[in-house]
């Protein structure tokens, strides 16, 4: 049985002990139902769009608890909201690396936190001049590289793999690219 969420929309200003939505449930690509929660800690609740919706609900419901016994409807579009909300963070967080590591070399934990080592110019403006690659090996080298925790690594993708090597960072003390 396929059941998801789409049309999906996060209400964060009312989201205070659960995340506040409302979303419509596809169970077998039908548009079954509408779910949504308040935010406020409530349950997450469900109603079927017709007839037709209702069937699958029930259908969704016992399959549900068949997989699992303590798995019900609602704790399945809870668990697919989870992910939905995890992975809307996940690419906030890196489009926001992103901008960060134009302007700078980020420091941190993959896809939970960072700082930035701050350079005057950005690292395209660096990388396009034999000078400014000298002093962003010299920015690596004397204030990126002590700066990391035993646990934390340098995050950014946009520094040739060359000039890396060359300063003979440790490979764990670098992030694999996203795409990779």
Partial sequence: MEIKLKNLYLIDDLSCESQAFVAAIFINGYKAAGAANEGNGDRTFYSAYDVEGQR????AEEWCRESSADVTLE???DRLLFEQVERRDRERFRNRMIKDMNQGILIGVPDECYRVVHLA???KTLLSTRHGIERLRTAILER???ALLEHEKMLNTNIPDGI???LGVARDKLVTPWNA
């Avoid at 699958?56 to 259908?59: C, F, G, M, P, R």
């Fill in 56 to 59: 699958l609900i029930w259908q």
């Fill in 75 to 77: 704790v399945y579009v």
């Fill in 144 to 146: 990126a590289i002590p």
């Fill in 164 to 166: 890396i090597r060359e």
């Fill in 121 to 123: 110019l950005s690292i």
